[in-house]
């Protein structure tokens, strides 16, 4: 992997640029590489992916910051009240982000955007040549998710860009970057969301955004800095459901970048991070933010996905226009019938019992009937 200052290195070298901004991201960036070189054990197509995705991510950084410097009229671009859906992940998060895709009068982060905001999508004529790059990138690559260059993508690209992300944890074994990223202060972080996310708008009709990443749990406080106007959609499913599904997406990814899957560190780290994330969820619920907050289970989003985005919208004063529903209708019925369905992984192989993971959430589930009747689910958990 080498030292971050020659990854730095190449990224100037491979743009011809200098200025990374900010330097909020260099400690970020030194733990992470540090923690691969140490810890991940990765073999080669392993070290050959994560130096290619870091020098990525770095590029892009020294783009944003080039256009900037070009163009700092993109700093006047004002980002309103953005829709952010969050929870634990495996709870239908991804299926409703893609229905609010299908709004034409809001805007998602596009997979090929989050991968290579630049150049801003508002100075391209005629069809961007990114996502024919993207399609080419994942041609061939299993996928835990629907997926395509233009489905709404999570946060995570945008947040890497400041070496803050859980995404990394998914692609290598790196405990200590990970005991790490779940003390770190995210402020940073989610300004650098925010100066993306404006460099995106820029020159294209202002819609609001509909943003996701089930990890924006762990961070609420710091994103709020960024986002003071920020609502959140919260998805919800039984915790010791999710946990075991997780552990398998992180161990299936991560078993293509090392020879030394480690399955009960992925089962450990991921009850780790998502119970302390929940905790978390709930203070800043407590803490005055509760009515900031619309919440859906999972259940009722299997049963009637358009009904609950009828009553999402009704929450946000908005209203769900005959192509919007007619599009998320058609959306869903083709999701349904491409859907491949899920093998249950089996949770000895991760060191998990299922039946000492639900005390970690106990102060979560109680809270969810209440929820999701406040969002017109009569059902309990």
Request: glycine share 6%; charged share 25%.
């Amino acid at each position: 992997m080498g030292e971050h200052a020659a990854l730095m290195a190449q990224a100037r070298a491979d743009t011809g640029l200098e200025d990374f901004g900010s330097d909020s991201f260099l400690e970020g960036l030194e733990i992470l590489v540090r923690s691969i070189r140490d810890e991940a054990r990765l073999n080669a197509a392993g070290e050959a992916y994560m130096r290619q995705r870091i020098v990525g991510h770095l590029k892009q950084r020294l783009q944003i910051e080039d256009w900037y410097r070009r163009h700092p009229e993109i700093d006047a671009v004002e980002i309103r009240s953005p829709l952010i859906g969050l929870g634990l992940p495996r709870t239908g998060s991804t299926a409703l982000s893609c229905l609010l895709a299908e709004d034409p009068h809001a805007r998602s982060l596009r997979r090929f955007e989050a991968t290579e905001p630049c150049p801003p999508p508002g100075t391209v004529d005629g069809p961007d040549p990114r996502i024919e790059r993207d399609r080419e990138r994942n041609r061939g690559h299993r996928s835990h998710t629907p997926t395509s260059a233009t489905m709404p993508q999570e946060c995570q690209d945008l947040m890497a860009l400041d070496f803050k992300a859980q995404i990394f944890l998914a692609f290598a074994q790196v405990p200590s970057y990970a005991k790490w990223l779940m003390q770190a202060d995210l402020t940073s972080t989610y300004f650098y969301e925010r100066r993306a996310l404006k460099l995106l708008q820029w020159r294209m009709p202002a819609k609001p955004w509909r943003l996701k990443a089930p990890t924006h749990i762990l961070y609420l406080t710091h994103l709020t800095q960024a986002f003071p106007d920020a609502r959140f959609v919260m998805t919800h499913r039984d915790p010791a459901e999710v946990m075991l599904s997780v552990a398998a997406v992180y161990a299936d990814i991560a078993s293509r970048f090392t020879d030394h899957l480690d399955r009960p560190y992925h089962g450990a780290l991921n009850v780790e991070q998502w119970s302390i994330g929940m905790q978390r969820a709930l203070a800043f619920r407590d803490a005055g933010n509760d009515s900031r907050f619309y919440d859906i289970d999972f259940r009722a989003m299997h049963r009637d996905p358009v009904g609950e985005v009828r009553g999402l919208y009704a929450w946000l004063g908005e209203t769900v226009s005959e192509e919007f529903e007619t599009r998320m209708t058609a959306w869903w019925q083709q999701n349904a019938e491409t859907r491949e369905p899920s093998v249950p992984a089996d949770p000895q192989d991760f060191g998990l019992q299922l039946d000492a993971i639900r005390p970690l959430f106990a102060d979560y589930t109680a809270r969810i009937p209440a929820w999701t009747r406040r969002s017109g689910i009569t059902h309990g958990h």
